[in-house]
T-cell receptor, first 112, second 112 residues
Framework: KQEVTQIPAALSVPEGENLVLNCSFTDSAIYNLQWFRQDPGKGLTSLLLIQSSQREQTSGRLNASLDKSSGRSTLYIAASQPGDSATYLC???????????FGKGITLSVRP | NAGVTQTPKFQVLKTGQSMTLQCAQDMNHEYMSWYRQDPGMGLRLIHYSVGAGITDQGEVPNGYNVSRSTTEDFPLRLLSAAPSQTSVYFCASAGTGNTEAFFGQGTRLTVV
């Protein structure tokens, strides 16, 4: 059974820091990995999708990397801002049918 | 584009009542799924569908029923609500071909 872990559960940093959020998974036979953002009381917003054949994806200040063999992904946030405060979730698709297994998320607080 | 639309946004039920959570998507996606999100548990898959007329169980299907008669709609039925079903429910959709998943804004359900 696929298990996805995100540690730590919460993180507080001052504005301007560059951040790395980690995600690990137990079964390396994945089709893709997706990073989401969730604001309190809201739905999930897709940030980046990395397909199994890719090593990284970039969108603005965000960069996500994938190392399938070691079962790890990282989300890099450059020059963090208070507006980046949210919960960040990673999810893996092991069946190519969008049945996602989620980590429990990292709640990020960026202090002004 | 409306994306994935869930109704209602909030609902309070008494134990033993039944109800249907609605989910509709306008992106012509084949894959649709339902998740529940509970504190400390993360998001867990309830049921999913790979196309009209095809559904299957996820990790936590007991007490829930689904059907998919059209590509656009994927309702989730609670047959006899229990306090353990108090949760936030999210519907998601994705296209074929290893693409990103899109989520609705969620339904917050309380069973008393």
């Amino acid at each position: 059974k696929q298990e996805v872990t995100q540690i730590p559960a919460a993180l507080s940093v001052p504005e301007g820091e560059n951040l790395v959020l980690n995600c690990s998974f137990t079964d390396s036979a994945i089709y893709n990995l997706q990073w989401f953002r969730q604001d309190p009381g809201k739905g999930l917003t897709s940030l980046l999708l990395i397909q199994s054949s890719q090593r990284e994806q970039t969108s603005g200040r965000l960069n996500a990397s994938l190392d399938k063999s070691s079962g790890r992904s990282t989300l890099y946030i450059a020059a963090s801002q208070p507006g980046d405060s949210a919960t960040y979730l990673c999810a893996v698709d092991t069946g190519a049918n969008s049945k996602l297994t989620f980590g429990k998320g990292i709640t990020l607080s960026v202090r002004p | 584009n409306a994306g994935v639309t869930q109704t209602p946004k909030f609902q309070v039920l008494k134990t033993g009542q039944s109800m249907t959570l609605q989910c509709a998507q306008d992106m012509n996606h084949e894959y649709m799924s339902w998740y529940r999100q509970d504190p400390g548990m993360g998001l867990r898959l309830i049921h999913y569908s790979v196309g009209a007329g095809i559904t299957d169980q996820g990790e936590v299907p007991n007490g829930y029923n689904v059907s998919r008669s059209t590509t656009e709609d994927f309702p989730l039925r609670l047959l006899s609500a229990a306090p353990s079903q108090t949760s936030v429910y999210f519907c998601a959709s994705a296209g074929t071909g290893n693409t990103e998943a899109f989520f609705g804004q969620g339904t917050r359900l309380t069973v008393v």
